[in-house]
């Protein structure tokens, strides 16, 4: 009796499955739901994210919803869409990324809901253009000091020179000296366990932990760690800069037993995207002589002749090299996060049709910044279309959407902008480099976050 009790609860829960999963809405949009009861389109979504949503919009117009794993995925991808995306009181942000940021950092319900706001708007404080000024003459000597451990000459991977070098200088401009891994001598076991918690962000923020034991070990590395550099950071009074870090603010910000599980969310948000779209940068114009070229002639005329062991670039000295900055948002653009998400938590209109509370609203700015309507050629990395750009003001070119939009624009934005402007000029003034590897292709596998590179990206350096 035991195995029939057995096959006729099956036979309910999938019916159950697939009665919930035929669920129709009203004036909805069009929904691809796979053939899985519950899985949906998963596994198809799944293989290659970015390429499914072109094909998608293809075929079903330019608002789809996508169910998979019981969720129901509602992509926007008409530019006149991306205020209501962004402004409207029917949607939030924060219900939208709650349940990732539990998965991924182990903040509960009741915690994020509570102490978000107040993190955001700490970060969004202390990294204004004016304090990211105030952080920019150490992150300058932090840069300096890393870049001469490279020696005099090498060959490695592009990607990962530069995690080695970013990784301690910004978190020790933005944690404190005390707490950059390079000098405590954790900087190699470090780099391993950010790299798998970062290349296992996005599967780690839908899947209990019991399913990624790799990541898991090293989410629960980085939560020590993090414990410990708070210790340090509620024992010093200030660091060599004579100010408080961003770690330090945070310390005083989140009085619950969560306040590591936040630092590891405010450490990953610093570095995960900066490092890959500094990989970019320096790919796209080393592959382009002419851009390379153009580049160079302003580094030198800018920096003239410096020392090239002890390089000092001031914020006045980036003004001066206004292609740079350019080539590093065209790198932006081209490899901008293949999704950034809201939650719909009242019927939402948009074209003709309404979208249910519930749904997760979905704008991919990777596609947003295809739209041959404001950036002709969009396949092409073209540093000169920037110059139609509004920088001293800092306004960015109409249909760019890399850092998100509204309330919850990416908080740490102009500290990223210049910590990468300052990044590219200097170790190009500082190295002669040779591309190995042809450019890369961006993987198609992620939604979440700077698209990274498919292949190698080999690189030969001599310090001039």
Known sequence: MDWITLTLSLIVIVISAHLLFSENHTNAPPCIKGWIPWFGAALEFGKAPLDFIADARAKHGPVFTVYATGKRLTFVTLHEDFRTFFMSKDVDFEQAVQDACYNTASISKESFFKFHPACNALIKGRLTPGNSAMLATHLCEEFNEQLELLGDSGTRCLNDLVR???YPAVMSNLLGKCNS???NGSMKEFKERFTVYDEGFEYGSQLPDMFLREWSTAKHWLLSLMGNMIVRAEEGEHTDTGR????QHLVTT????FLPNYGLLMLWASLANAIPITFWAIAFMMSKPSTYKKAMEEIHATLKNQDTKNTSITLEDL?????VKWCILEATRLRAPGAITRRVVRPLKLQNYIIPPGDMLMVSPYWAHRNPEYFPD???FKPERWEEADLVKNVFLEGFVAFGGGKYQCPGRWYAIMELHMFVAMILYKFDFTLLD???KPSSLHLVGTQQPEGPCTVEYRHR
């Open 254 to 257: 989140i009085t619950d037993k």
């Open 438 to 440: 042809p450019l890369p």
């Open 378 to 380: 969009p396949e092409e």
């Open 244 to 247: 408080k870090t961003l770690l």
């Open 319 to 323: 003004q001066e090299m206004p292609y």
């Open 164 to 166: 080695s070098v970013m």
């Open 181 to 183: 891994p390079q000098q």
